[in-house]
């Protein structure tokens, strides 16, 4: 009972932090507003109460998994394999020296143990492409780092995963097993390959299945999708935790399957374009409320550290210079590993470098060492120090890129060509009512319908049409099929007038074209799929 209140204070609270990010915060990112609004829970000991402690297992395996499946999911299967040297490269050998440079100046710079360095180093390498889109809202990345941040975030985490082992290993037995540590990041990596290669296929192909069956299309058996909507948001848990339980990386069997959707969801849209849609808008709920979970979760449980005396015991000096450190490790050796071994130019290097945040895996990794045999205050410095890096990492590049990186330009003259010609085309629709043969009844509520496209409908007029619908008995299907004839006649015209102005003047690029185009396709299909006073 206890897990399922903290779910629910934590998607009451990413909810409202989404809206306030979205109307009164928009150009703060949603993960600041998130974190804010966690720390907020924290203190507050009423609030607090309801959330359970952090358990990284729970963590990465409901939270951190589904996000990195949808993320995947964006990502083509075709650009990894174009870039599968450099993935190698940045999640390999990046990540290993990100790791022996932090290790060592952890050791010589603050005098810990080298094995409780090399966990702390551990635990600082992997990524967050959630995080990275934080610190570069309303700014433009160059191409290449966008993509190889991408691409690093995705992948780097079994490496951090099997540094992290190799060096808890360390700690406890006092020595170092190459060769084990090799083995295991090669099965563990690439048994996450095969694993989520072969089970995602395999749920692939039984979607497809259901999707194409004859019974589909006969009996509409499955045209609602729900079935296999199921099936599809059921995949990153299946994987994740299957993946584990077999001894390799869910978390790269998660990605891998993800890609092999992105394929999937390219070639199918069609054989069922409602389950298409439908799907997209689900994906893009579930990440905004997954991501902004996250920050809240960082949020809380950065709190409950700072205030935690039991935990903030090791004195402040250490771990914020550990913090730093580690931070400072990791930004010099991807800046000089991009540069001189991919060749970057150095204003992308910094990027690139400056790029790599920290955030939700580097979090679950610190919890995930209270499971071993480490001692209590070494845990206490690990959570401390990571904690400081976190917070590092969002907070320098934040204010530097407001500098390295140009702002998104938004061009307002086409924004204002476009209000234009959705006006121009909506009144294209209204006119065409005056020449239809129809109630006035009917006249008045699409016009409503219509006029509200463009934001031209008041409070009053909203509540007056409510009330006559309350009132309203319900259409005949006589009557629905003539509102429905009459629909599809004005959104007819409202896209033939928009085709003739684009054709005869160019006033707006394709792009906007595309956007005012799908807004009717859009507004049709609520329409016909949903009705209108049923």
């Known amino acids: 009972m206890g897990l399922l209140i903290s779910t629910g204070v934590l998607v009451v609270a990413a909810m409202l932090s989404i809206v306030i990010n979205r109307r009164w915060l928009p150009r703060l990112s949603v993960n600041y507003v998130s974190m804010l609004i966690g720390a907020a829970i924290a203190l507050v000991p009423f609030l607090n109460g309801f959330v ?3 358990n990284s297992e729970i963590f990465i395996g409901l939270i951190v998994a589904p996000l990195l ?15 599968v040297g450099e993935i190698i490269s940045l999640t390999v050998g990046m990540v290993v020296l990100c790791a022996v440079a932090a290790g060592l100046g952890s050791h010589f710079l603050t005098g810990v143990g080298l094995p409780l360095a090399f966990i702390l180093a551990a635990i600082s390498t992997p990524t967050d492409a959630t995080a990275t889109e934080s610190v570069t809202m309303g700014r433009v990345l160059p191409p290449r780092a966008q993509t190889s941040l991408k691409l690093e975030s995705l992948f780097n985490d079994a490496s951090g995963i099997i540094l992290l082992n190799m060096a808890i290993l360390w700690y406890v037995n006092g020595y170092i097993n190459y060769p084990q540590t090799l083995w295991d990041f090669v099965y563990s990596a690439g048994g996450g390959i095969v694993f989520g290669g072969v089970i995602s296929i395999l749920i692939v192909m039984l979607r497809q299945a259901m999707l194409r069956s004859k019974l589909n299309f006969i009996n509409n058996t499955y045209n609602n999708g729900t079935p296999l909507k199921v099936i599809y948001l059921m995949t990153p848990f299946v994987l994740y935790f299957g993946g584990e339980a077999v001894g390799v990386s869910g978390i790269i069997a998660v990605v891998f399957a993800g890609l092999i959707h992105n394929a999937e969801g390219e070639r199918s849209a069609l054989a069922n374009p409602q389950l298409a ?9 579930l990440s905004d409320l997954l991501n902004s979970i996250v920050f809240l979760v960082l949020g809380i449980v950065l709190v409950r550290i700072t205030l935690d005396k039991s935990v903030n015991n090791q004195g402040t000096w250490l771990w914020v210079g550990m913090g730093l450190v580690l931070y400072l490790a990791n930004l010099i050796v991807r800046y000089l590993y991009v540069r001189w071994v991919h060749h970057v130019p150095n204003r992308e290097a910094w990027i690139f470098a400056l790029g790599g945040i920290h955030g939700a895996v580097t979090f679950a990794l610190a919890f995930t060492v209270a499971e071993t045999q480490i001692r209590t205050a070494d845990f206490n410095l690990v959570l401390m120090s990571e904690s400081f890096l976190i917070i590092l990492s ?11 990186l140009p702002r998104i330009q938004v061009d307002v003259d086409a924004a204002a060509r476009m209000a234009r010609l959705r006006e121009q085309m909506i009144e294209a629709g209204v006119q065409s009512l005056v020449a239809m043969p129809i109630s006035q009844e009917f006249r008045e509520a699409v016009t409503f319908d219509l006029r509200s496209q463009n934001g031209h409908t008041t409070i009053k007029q909203f509540v007056n049409e409510w009330q006559r619908m309350v009132r309203h008995p319900e259409y005949t299907p006589e009557q629905m099929r003539e509102l429905m004839t009459i629909y599809r006649q004005v959104f007819q015209t409202e896209r033939t007038y928009l085709l003739q102005q684009h054709e005869a003047k160019h006033e707006i690029g394709e792009d906007l074209f595309n956007r005012l185009y799908r807004e009717i396709t859009m507004a049709e299909t609520v329409v016909f799929e949903y009705g209108v006073g049923e």
């Open 277 to 285: 849609s439908d799907t997209r808008q689900l994906v893009g709920l």
């Open 52 to 54: 359970e402690k952090f």
């Open 394 to 404: 969002l907070l320098v590049p934040t204010i530097v890129f407001r500098w390295l």
């Open 69 to 83: 499946f949808f993320e995947g999911q964006n990502t083509r299967l075709n650009l990894v394999g174009r870039h």
